[in-house]
């Protein structure tokens, strides 16, 4: 069993532990937090070992073997790279980071401390994600894919009354397509592999983060196409064509159901 500390206070951390004890893999050992009452607050749930807001004296908890980070995106590059040297494993939510150089950085760092680094892109290891990429090989020659991932989110209400939260700020590195999008992105790239050209016309918000936007992967001879979005809510379904056959996913981020129209047998 690993002894587990998690780094971040919100909904999703929550929703971490308590998954990672049902899965009789994990045991919660610890939580860091910016604030002392919300350290303290989270870890009476966990009746938590240590609950502090010092990374120096969280890292230095020998007994605890792997940390999860669940702060705002710009904050996780820092943090992870000091759980690294750590000699910890390290398990990053998604987006892990903010550009391509960083993930670089922490893969490298990670081998030569001989670690672990995960990203928490939950959705491409469910068995219905796996399920979708076995019919697409049935569906014969792909002629392209509407994928839509579009939410409203409540913390949109405060940028309209002039204020930055995290998620719609470009210093944590805010904004639709690092929130939503990367479920559509991560699908695409799994499901179809890398696209000869990618486009990103995005509408950026009052705080300059993309509040809502198209994403184009451009393949030989088909085009996925994207919609995501943070000020907004769409209520449309996911296709993937083939040439006789569509797909239909109920959802991108959590896909419950998966139908196939076949043309010649309606």
């Not at 893999?25 to 860091?32: E, F, N, P, R």
């Not at 910016?34 to 607050?41: D, G, S």
């Not at 669940?70 to 750590?86: D, F, G, M, R």
């Not at 993930?103 to 672990?116: H, L």
């Amino acid at each position: 069993m690993l002894n587990l500390g998690v780094i971040g206070t919100n909904w999703i951390s929550d929703s971490f532990c308590e998954a990672a004890i049902e899965s009789k893999k994990y045991k919660v050992i610890s939580v860091l937090s910016r604030t002392l009452e919300n350290a303290v607050e989270f870890g009476k749930k966990y009746s938590l070992k240590y609950c502090g807001t010092s990374m120096e004296d969280f890292l230095k908890i020998e007994e605890m073997n792997v940390v999860y980070i669940a702060t705002p995106n710009s904050i996780h590059y820092e943090q992870a790279l000091s759980v690294i040297k750590a000699g910890k494993h390290v398990i990053v939510e998604k987006p892990a980071f903010s550009n391509p150089y960083e993930m670089k950085e922490i893969i490298k760092t990670a081998t030569e401390n001989n670690v672990c680094f995960f990203e928490a892109a939950r959705h491409i290891h469910e068995e219905n994600f796996k399920l979708v990429k076995e019919q697409i090989k049935k569906l014969g020659a792909i002629k392209g894919a509407n994928l839509s991932y579009m939410k409203y989110s409540s913390r949109y209400d405060y940028v309209l009354e002039g204020k930055e939260p995290n998620i719609f700020s470009p210093k944590y590195s805010g904004g639709s397509i690092m929130d939503l999008g990367v479920y559509l992105v991560y699908a695409s790239l799994e499901w179809f592999g890398i696209p000869k050209e990618y486009h990103y016309f995005a509408k950026l918000i009052s705080t300059k983060v993309d509040g809502i936007g198209i994403i184009i992967f451009r393949y030989d001879s088909f085009d996925i196409i994207m919609q995501t979005g943070k000020i907004a809510q769409s209520f449309l379904s996911n296709e993937i064509y083939g040439c006789q056959k569509t797909l239909i996913l109920d959802s991108m981020n959590d896909i419950t159901s998966i139908e196939v129209y076949d043309i010649k047998k309606i």
